[in-house]
């Protein structure tokens, strides 16, 4: 019984974890192309404008509204913009539960570059380099 318990555990983590990367990926490119847009910067805060250069698995209409102020969850991963950092912005995205959900973190800056995990910095949300 266990083996079958730690088989569907391990199903649904991989299954989750696609479909974060797929959300993470589509985020952070909706992102970045809207900043370069004409006002885009000041919009990027607005999620039912990131939703137009969205195109990866859904997020309700009550997630685009929430998303750039509230962690949002969507297949046991949570989501969020923080679009009111100094410089720029920072996006986030973990398993609601370590081991349970899933296994790995995702973050992004105005830098492009992608990080495995997230602080603060006492000015801002640091995108922090993963660990090797």
Same mark, same amino acid.
């Given at each position: 019984m266990l083996g079958i318990t730690l088989r569907l555990v391990a199903r649904r983590i991989a299954y989750n974890h696609r479909l974060a990367a797929e959300r993470f990926a589509s985020l952070k490119n909706a992102v970045e192309r809207t900043a370069i847009e004409a006002n885009g910067p000041s919009r990027i805060c607005q999620g039912p404008e990131l939703e137009h250069h969205y195109s990866g698995p859904p997020f309700s209409d009550d %997630?685009?509204?929430?998303?750039t102020e509230n962690y949002v969850k969507q297949d046991g991963y949570f989501f969020m913009v923080y679009c009111r950092e100094k410089g720029g912005y920072t996006? %986030?995205?973990?398993?609601v539960r370590e081991r349970g959900d899933g296994t790995r973190r995702f973050c992004t800056d105005e830098s492009g570059r992608v990080g495995c995990r997230m602080e603060w910095n006492r000015s801002r949300h640091q995108c922090l380099p993963c660990q090797k």
């Amino acid at each position: 019984m266990l083996g079958i318990t730690l088989r569907l555990v391990a199903r649904r983590i991989a299954y989750n974890h696609r479909l974060a990367a797929e959300r993470f990926a589509s985020l952070k490119n909706a992102v970045e192309r809207t900043a370069i847009e004409a006002n885009g910067p000041s919009r990027i805060c607005q999620g039912p404008e990131l939703e137009h250069h969205y195109s990866g698995p859904p997020f309700s209409d009550d %997630d685009w509204r929430r998303i750039t102020e509230n962690y949002v969850k969507q297949d046991g991963y949570f989501f969020m913009v923080y679009c009111r950092e100094k410089g720029g912005y920072t996006i %986030d995205a973990g398993p609601v539960r370590e081991r349970g959900d899933g296994t790995r973190r995702f973050c992004t800056d105005e830098s492009g570059r992608v990080g495995c995990r997230m602080e603060w910095n006492r000015s801002r949300h640091q995108c922090l380099p993963c660990q090797k």
